[in-house]
């Protein structure tokens, strides 16, 4: 069976490291950015069946990356998911709004994580 490949775009070091070590261990093929504009490169090269995105980076946030994104016809496809701790009243609804299919709260549930990703490849 071939791998699924997640891009993790995350630019908190510790945040990253977890979601790696489970996506790994699930034998995903991961890709990684720290920001907004690399990970937006690295799904164009490497079209990746699912994005993890942190929402608060630095330049381009999350948000605005998953607009790019989703008006891109040749990524539009790729499910994104949100990475967020909806520190902020309305952030869910912006999320949804920005064009994510969805999303996981920090902090992250490492029991979880994988059902989750799981529900978003079965859909
Ligand atoms: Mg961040």
Do not use: W
């Amino acid at each position: 069976m071939e791998s699924k490949s997640i891009l993790v775009v995350e630019d908190n070091e510790l945040n990253k490291k977890l979601v790696r070590h489970l996506i790994t261990k699930a034998g995903y093929t991961v890709y990684e950015s720290i920001d907004a504009e690399t990970g937006i490169q690295l799904a164009r090269d490497h079209q990746p069946d699912l994005i993890l995105m942190d929402i608060q980076l630095p330049g381009m946030d999350g948000l605005e990356a998953a607009r790019v994104i989703k008006a891109d016809p040749e990524l539009k496809h790729i499910i994104i998911v949100a990475l967020t701790s909806f520190a902020m009243e309305g952030d869910e609804q912006a999320v949804i709004e920005a064009g994510c299919d969805g999303y996981i709260t920090k902090p992250i549930s490492t029991r979880d994580f994988n059902g989750r990703l799981l529900q978003y490849f079965n859909e």
